[in-house]
């Protein structure tokens, strides 16, 4: 935003200012409920400060930037900070860094290196170095914890710096933190600060939780650990497992510290106070900028999250000396990373479909700067995800981006949100092919049905029609496919038959030899079986036994084609999820004409008898294979078997009717004498198979 032209105008904007960062204190520190994530609030911050320092005359008291934050509230007794709890002065750039560190040596009166400034100086040294102790900024709560003689008498929040909330009952619930201090050597009183959190496998466990029940989820680690420490219960916050890690001391009495504050760590880390073990003491503003960028290439391997590091300068003689500003300490400077969650805008919402037909939608966003990079695009996932959110065209939205995870929409501001705005529902009809759009009862995803045509399938089809179950093509791969979408050779399944050995040969890497073997494979597969033409088809949850199934019941494909939802549901095994996929594939005019064109190009199978399943002779039997048979592969035994009614599995249980050990036979045989389930050799199963027929 410009900067205001009058002193009035200013005067505007700075009431208007402090009001929103009044309301977002209170949303933020007293309901834990933020609209806005920590950057859009830091630039608010900024300007006021900027304004401020523009025009003295308009600095009052009451200020924002001459406090801390807001009240606590007033459901947990207070608790008044002897030594007040100061918030960091942020740093989000390098050159804020340099400046930084040349300020503290300038107060110390030590030599200052001249006309420093990056990238070219950074590596010039300077005369006198700080050191500093570099510790990773946790995003969580920050709390004191006081100690009378080793004992945790009592625990309170931060607050608004001066007066916090007495979550002391709580605090005992975690953990982490000591009830009583190990060792000898610490002072009569003794207050710890730190930062309580939540790592990201028990923030994931209990979003997964949430979403269980039908609840709303957490929003992100830091609300979710400032929720649980201030719940009236103690028994809700010891089911949460919080985290503690200490970062400094408040009030001490009676005792003697150190007179380094990365040798204070230390000593509570000897006291069993937890400290971050990322914690390094660094020299000067090279070791404190390499330092950050090592944490931010670890930032996502970490089991915690954190939106910087923080700088402290390590003797307690140069703190004093250094002192504070209003609402800061000298000494010490967080620098943050890139923001992972930034405020933007929805201009459109799209609905992109994947290899396996699946849609997704994705919300077109107004560029915006998060995580490192310029974000245009953000999942939804599923319908689900977008009716949670109630997201729609034109609303403004919080969007994160972490590490190298594909940003997503986190909420949406609701305050913000124009007039005439419409739920978002995804289309009725694929985007790319016009086939319909469907979406079983009790799945999440929902799927074009235009699998034998549609160009985003396309190369999933094919591979999986040419699979070694389905319609087994020797030699053509998930390369030579890609090729033949890619040179526009072939769309569909059907155009496999219409190659040429002249337009196979002159493929990459596809010599005369290579390219007669997969043409010879092409046309040898056209003599197939009606279960595996149905399998070849990749109509969704129509695995090998399903296609054996319809195959037998129906005799004929175009039995099957013409059949509805309820004839279909007379087939054993078949629901109404699998009838409704089947009727849905059919049904699309595209899928009939290229089923048409494989006839055409010689595609046939024999005759099968039609039979009801439950008169099969091993109709109700369940068959393991396991080891390898002499005299036939172990898919044409498992064909063979399920041509007579029964089904094969891949593991043994106590349902299983009969194992089929051949040379080599794996663990499955243990399992079936430990269960006591009948085994059969290959001489055995041939002789089965004889009498079945």
Avoid at 164 to 175: A, F, S
Avoid at 510 to 516: P, T, V, Y
Wanted: proline share 6%.
């Amino acid at each position: 935003m410009s900067a205001p032209a009058s002193s009035r105008e200013a005067a505007e904007r700075v009431k208007k200012l402090r009001a929103e960062i009044a309301r977002h204190n209170y949303l933020y520190y007293v309901l834990d409920a933020p609209e806005i994530p920590d950057a859009e609030y830091d630039r608010l911050f900024r300007e006021l400060q900027e304004l401020e320092a523009r025009h003295p005359k308009l600095v009052t008291p009451d200020s924002p930037t001459q406090r801390v934050g807001e009240a606590p509230l007033k459901k947990f007794g207070a608790v008044r900070h002897e030594v007040p709890m100061l918030s960091l002065v942020n740093a989000f750039t390098e050159q804020e860094v340099v400046d930084f560190d040349r300020r503290v040596r300038e107060r110390l009166g030590l030599e200052v290196a001249p006309g420093i400034l990056p990238p070219a100086t950074l590596t010039r040294p300077c005369v006198s170095q700080v050191e500093y102790s570099a510790e990773p900024k946790l995003d969580g709560l920050a709390v004191s914890l006081l100690y009378q003689h080793g004992r945790f008498t009592q625990g309170a929040t931060r607050g608004d710096g001066e007066t916090g909330e007495d979550v002391t009952q709580n605090l005992r619930t975690i953990k982490a933190i000591p009830l009583h201090l190990y060792g000898k050597g610490y002072p009569e009183i003794l207050e710890v600060r730190g930062e309580v959190y939540l790592s990201k496998q028990v923030f994931n466990e209990l979003n997964r939780q949430a979403l269980a029940r039908g609840e709303k989820p957490f929003a992100n680690p830091r609300n979710a650990a400032a929720g649980s420490l201030r719940q009236l219960d103690p028994k809700i916050t010891a089911s949460r497992p919080l985290a503690f890690y200490a970062y400094g001391l408040g009030k001490v009495q009676g005792g003697v510290m150190p007179d380094k504050h990365s040798a204070i760590l230390a000593q509570l880390r000897d006291w069993s106070v937890p400290v971050a073990r990322e914690q390094k003491v660094v020299q000067g503003v090279q070791g404190c900028l390499d330092y950050y960028r090592d944490m931010s290439a670890r930032r996502a391997r970490l089991p915690y999250d954190i939106d910087g590091v923080v700088y402290k300068v390590n003797r307690l003689d140069h703190q004093e000396q250094l002192g504070y500003i209003s609402r800061a300490p000298r000494w010490a400077l967080a620098h943050k990373f890139p923001a992972q969650e930034e405020l933007t805008g929805v201009l459109d919402i799209e609905a992109q479909v994947g290899r396996t037909g699946a849609l997704t939608p994705v919300a077109r966003l107004k560029p915006v700067f998060v995580g490192g990079v310029t974000v245009s695009n953000a999942t939804l996932h599923n319908q689900n995800e977008i009716d949670r959110l109630d997201v729609r065209v034109g609303d403004s939205v919080i969007v994160r981006r972490a590490g190298d995870v594909i940003p997503e929409i986190v909420s949406v501001v609701r305050e913000r949100r124009p007039p005439r705005t419409r739920p978002y529902h995804l289309p009725r009809q694929c985007p790319v092919c016009g086939a319909d759009v469907v979406r079983a009862e009790g799945e999440v995803v929902a799927r074009c049905s235009g699998g034998l045509y549609c160009p985003a399938q396309r190369i999933q089809a094919i591979l999986h029609f040419a699979s070694r179950r389905a319609m087994d093509i020797e030699g053509l791969g998930d390369k030579l496919v890609e090729q033949l979408v890619t040179q526009k050779l072939i769309e569909t399944p059907a155009d496999l038959y219409t190659l040429t050995l002249e337009q196979l040969a002159g493929l990459e890497r596809m010599g005369e030899k290579s390219a007669a073997n997969v043409y010879g494979a092409i046309q040898k597969s056209k003599k197939t079986t009606l279960a595996r033409f149905l399998f070849a088809l990749g109509i969704r949850e129509v695995g090998e036994a399903t296609a054996q199934t319809l195959a037998r019941h129906f005799g004929d494909l175009d039995a099957v084609m013409e059949a509805d939802e309820a004839t279909l549901q007379n087939v054993p095994d078949v629901g109404p999820i699998v009838a409704a996929h089947i009727a849905a594939f059919f049904r699309q005019r595209h899928n009939r004409e290229v089923i048409q064109r494989l006839r055409e190009a010689g595609v046939t199978w024999p005759g099968v008898q039609r039979t009801p399943a439950a008169r099969l002779p091993l109709a109700g039997k369940t068959f393991v294979l396991t080891g390898t048979l002499e005299h036939m592969t172990r898919d044409e035994a498992k064909e063979k078997l399920q041509a007579l009614g029964a089904k094969v599995s891949g593991s043994v249980s106590a349902k299983t009717s009969c194992v089929v050990v051949g040379r080599d036979p794996g663990s499955k045989l243990d399992k079936a004498r430990e269960l006591g389930v009948e085994v059969l050799d290959e001489t055995a199963l041939h002789k089965l198979l004889r009498g079945a027929d």
